[in-house]
């Protein structure tokens, strides 16, 4: 069966993609501090770039997802969306 995504709800896509990226700048600002202290030279970052790096992800991520589904929708509006063919879970067939 053919369902069509018409419109995204531009701040609660936002939210949770920005919350996402917050998730992996906290998973990659150590990576990042420890390759760039191996570097010549030493690390060009403070500590302070591992609390800044997951914040400013998140706040990105916000923003740019925010303008991404808002383009989304006026797309969507002009060609009718993105097409998926979706089909019941096993468990939804049996109820």
Known sequence: MKQRI??????Q???VLGILYGIMGLILAPVFYLAASMAPGGAPFGPGF????PVLYG???FVFTAIGAALYNLVAGW???IEVEVEPSPAQADA
């Open 59 to 61: 706040l990105l991520g």
């Open 13 to 15: 896509v936002a939210t």
């Open 50 to 53: 591992i609390i800044a790096m």
């Open 79 to 81: 060609v009718g969306g």
């Open 6 to 11: 018409r419109r995204f709800s531009p701040l």
